[in-house]
Each structure stands twice: as C-alpha cells, then as structure tokens.
C-alpha cells in the first residue's frame, strides 16, 4: 500500500511537472493573490462604511453576515474556494483552519516574530491530499487598531459589542489581539 502511495506521488510530480509548469503555477498564485486581495478590499470597504454609521456594534454584521455571502460569490465567480481562518476562532463552522493551513499559520507566526510584515506573509503550493490535488495559497490578516474594538482584550470591547458577539458567536474565542499581531489568513483553493 505504501509502495503504491509513492508510486502516485511520483507519477504526480512527474504529472504536475508537464501539466503545470512554473508559469501556470505563478499564474494561479497570482490569481489567487488578487481573489484574496479583492475579498480583503471588499471587506474593508462594507467594514468602513458601516463603522461610519453604526460604529463597532454595526461592523458585526459584516463578518457574521457578509463576509460569508462575498466569500461564496467570490468563490462562485472564479472557481476558487475562498474562506477565511483564524489563529484563534470566532465561528468554528466558517473558521477553523484544517491541518495545511494550521501548518501555514504557524509558519506566518515565524516570520512574523522574525520582523516581517503581514502584508507580505502569503503562501501558495501544490498539495496532495486525500479528496485529490490541489493548488492552495494563504494570506495574512493582521489585526489594525479598528480591529481592536471586536478582537481585542475583553475589558476594552465595550459591553454592548460584548453581547452582540456572545449572541451570534456563543463559541468566541478571538479576542485578547493586539494591534500587528497575525488575526489569520484568507485561504483559496482549487482542484487541479
């Protein structure tokens, strides 16, 4: 059995090298980047906006809410399955990194404490894994001082964005950041 599993991957190596060339690999890195990027704009935008009118309260909305409808149209639109993850979850159903991202993560944490940015910790590769190959990039979120008033130590989120968050996410657990800390990634993935 083990022979076989290696005889796979080997004729998969070989497979991946005449299928996907470097240039079609950096070409859906790039793709990938850029459907991370515009969910990330997206985000931000509906983020702004509602912070405008409705302060922290209203911003729940937006990754309870919308952030999943953006990250399935998105997903729908480019063939891409987008979400986001956490290094300490919010909604363990949406969330909860899988084992390659868990591993990702943790080397984000790494670079992170070496002094690299968040804005440039991304990563991208071509997995094997039981359901078949994939090609999967991750980008970092980091937490920005708006962030704080959701995601921050528990005595500085005011009581009523302490009571909306226990309402829609009774499993909460991503609270206690500090600003330029890694919040988590946003994760693509497509079959090949």
């Known amino acids: 059995m083990k022979i076989r599993a290696i005889a796979a991957m080997g004729a998969f190596l070989i497979l991946t090298g005449n299928c996907f060339g470097e240039d079609s690999v950096e070409q859906m890195r790039q793709d990938a980047e850029q459907t991370a990027v515009s969910f990330m704009q997206?985000?931000?935008?509906?983020f702004k906006k509602e912070m405008a009118?409705?302060?922290?309260?209203?911003?729940v909305s937006v990754c309870s809410e919308l952030a999943p409808e953006i990250s399935g149209r998105i997903s729908r639109d480019t063939g891409w399955r987008v979400t986001r993850v956490?290094?300490?979850?919010?909604?363990?159903?949406?969330g909860t990194p899988d084992a390659w991202e868990q591993k990702v993560l943790m080397d984000f944490k790494k670079r992170?404490?070496?002094g690299e940015g968040i804005e440039k910790l991304s990563h991208s590769e071509v997995v094997s894994e039981p359901g078949g190959i994939?090609?999967?990039?991750?980008?970092?979120?980091g937490v920005k001082s708006q962030c704080i008033a959701c995601h921050g130590p528990e005595d500085r989120i005011k009581p009523e964005v302490r009571e909306i968050l226990k309402e829609r996410y009774?499993?909460?657990?991503?609270?206690?950041?500090?600003?330029g800390e890694?919040?988590?990634?946003?994760?693509?993935k497509r079959p090949l």
């Open 112 to 114: 992170r404490i070496q």
């Open 170 to 179: 009774p499993h909460d657990k991503a609270t206690g950041y500090k600003t």
């Open 42 to 46: 997206e985000l931000e935008t509906a």
């Open 182 to 188: 890694l919040r988590g990634a946003f994760s693509i």
């Open 86 to 94: 956490g290094t300490r979850v919010r909604n363990p159903l949406l």
């Open 134 to 141: 994939f090609f999967r990039y991750m980008k970092a979120i």
């Open 53 to 59: 009118a409705e302060g922290p309260v209203g911003t």
